[in-house]
């Protein structure tokens, strides 16, 4: 597995890759109606956005996003014929190393707020804390569920 840097040419295998999943599907409407687009997305790498790509075989089979001004990993997917292979571990690894890098001492991220979610137990595994639930998101998000907010301090 080979991790890089994602570049605007990678725009469209962020979204090819984010409307494959399975749990947390969104469709590109459904990303647009939340402001997910493709010219966003082109600002916020031109920004202090930060995307990262999973290769295996020459072949994008996941992406992390983390935005420094918010302290956040705003996301982090994986092809589902690649769960399980450590793809998302190491994404969001990437995404936490450049986030600490950039001062951070907190960060956080939103998933949805359901144990039985593979996300919400992933994300502990790794270290992440539960934090409060978020009631003010969006209409289309709150149609979704309540999202919960992780946090991960810096180790010391």
Not at 49 to 56: F, L, M, Q
Not at 108 to 131: E, K
């Amino acid at each position: 597995m080979q991790i890089r840097p994602a570049q605007l040419q990678d725009i469209e295998t962020l979204f090819h890759i984010r409307t494959s999943v399975v749990e947390n599907h969104q469709s590109r409407q459904e990303l647009a109606n939340l402001g997910v687009t493709p010219e966003t997305i082109a600002h916020m790498l031109q920004t202090t956005c930060r995307a990262w790509i999973a290769e295996i075989d020459a072949q994008a089979v996941g992406f992390s996003f983390a935005n420094a001004t918010e302290r956040m990993v705003f996301g982090l997917f994986v092809l589902p014929a690649y769960e399980g292979r450590g793809v998302g571990r190491a994404l969001i690894q990437q995404a936490e190393d450049w986030l600490w890098s950039q001062g951070a001492t907190e960060i956080h991220l939103f998933t949805g707020n359901q144990p039985s979610l593979r996300a919400y137990g992933f994300y502990q595994h790794l270290g992440w804390q539960v934090g409060a639930v978020q009631s003010d998101l969006p209409e289309a998000a709150a149609r979704r569920g309540r999202q919960i907010k992780f946090v991960k301090r810096k180790p010391v």
